[in-house]
Antibody
Framework: QVQLQESGPGLVKPSETLSLTCSVS????????WGWIRQPPGKGLEWITN???????DYNPSLQSRISITIDTSKSQFSLQLKSGTAADTAVYYC??????????WGQGTLVTVSS | QSALTQPASVSGSPGQSITISCTGT?????????VSWYQQHPGKAPKLMIF???SRPSGVSDRFSGSKSGNTASLTISGLQAEDEADYYC??????????FGGGTKVTVL
C-alpha cells in the first residue's frame, strides 16, 4: 500500500519561498509519476505540477514562472518549491501519485499559511 | 486556464440516483478522453472515483459511473447512500499539458 506524507513549514512570510517535501513509502518512487495539488481554505482543488518517471515535468500555466518540482529517488521523496509567496498561496497542499491519468494515492495534506 | 463548471450543489434521497455535470471546452473535456472524478469528505484528502471518463479504480463501488458527451462530463451516483454525502470534483487534461479541476459540487443526502 503506497503511503505519502507531506512535510514543510506551516508558515511562510510573503515574498519568501514555500518549500514542501513528500515522502513516499510502500512502493518504488522511481516506478511512478507524482504530483502536487492544493486547496485554499473553503475552496476547490487546484492542480500545481506533475513529475514523470522519465524526469519530464508539467506545470500549471498560471504558476509556471514560480514553481519547480524535483525528485530524490535515494530518499524516496519529491519536492515542491513555490517562489514569491503571497496570501493567495495559503492552502492545504497535497502530494499524490499520478497513475492512469488520475491521482490515486494522496497524502493527508499540509496547511501552509503565507503571512507576516 | 479556467476551472471546469460544476453545479454548486446536488441533493437526493437515499436510494435515488443523482447526476453531477462538469462542463468545459474543446480544449479540455471535449478534446481528451481523460476526465476524472474525486470524492472529498470534510477534512479528508480527495479520493479517486473515476478515471478516463468512465473507468473505476479497484475498490470503488459500481454505483458510481462516468460518461461524457461533447464538452460535458457527468458523474452518476445510483442507489444514493448516506456515506455518499461529500464534495465531488471533476478534472480534465488540457491542451496546455496541464490538469484543470471543476469548482466542486456538494452532494447532500436528504
Amino acid at each position: 500500500q503506497v503511503q505519502l506524507q507531506e512535510s514543510g513549514p506551516g508558515l511562510v512570510k510573503p515574498s519568501e519561498t514555500l518549500s514542501l517535501t513528500c515522502s513516499v513509502s510502500g512502493g518504488s518512487i522511481s516506478s511512478y509519476d507524482w504530483g502536487w495539488i492544493r486547496q485554499p481554505p473553503g475552496k476547490g482543488l487546484e492542480w500545481i505540477t506533475n513529475i514523470f518517471k522519465n524526469g519530464d515535468t508539467d506545470y500549471n500555466p498560471s504558476l509556471q514562472s514560480r514553481i519547480s518540482i524535483t525528485i530524490d529517488t535515494s530518499k524516496s521523496q519529491f519536492s515542491l518549491q513555490l517562489k514569491s509567496g503571497t496570501a493567495a498561496d495559503t492552502a492545504v497542499y497535497y502530494c499524490a501519485r499520478y497513475e492512469d491519468r488520475g491521482f490515486d494515492y494522496w497524502g493527508q495534506g499540509t496547511l501552509v499559511t503565507v503571512s507576516s | 486556464q479556467s476551472a471546469l463548471t460544476q453545479p454548486a450543489s446536488v441533493s437526493g434521497s437515499p436510494g435515488q440516483s443523482i447526476t453531477i455535470s462538469c462542463t468545459g471546452t474543446s480544449g479540455d473535456v471535449g478534446g481528451y478522453p481523460w476526465v476524472s472524478w474525486y470524492q472529498q469528505h470534510p477534512g479528508k484528502a480527495p479520493k479517486l472515483m473515476i478515471f478516463d471518463v468512465r473507468s473505476r479504480p479497484s475498490g470503488v463501488s459500481d454505483r458510481f459511473s462516468g460518461s461524457k458527451s461533447g464538452n460535458t462530463a457527468s458523474l452518476t451516483i445510483s442507489g444514493l447512500q448516506a456515506e455518499d454525502e461529500a464534495d465531488y470534483y471533476c478534472s480534465s487534461y488540457t491542451s496546455s499539458r496541464s490538469w484543470v479541476f471543476g469548482g466542486g459540487t456538494k452532494v447532500t443526502v436528504l
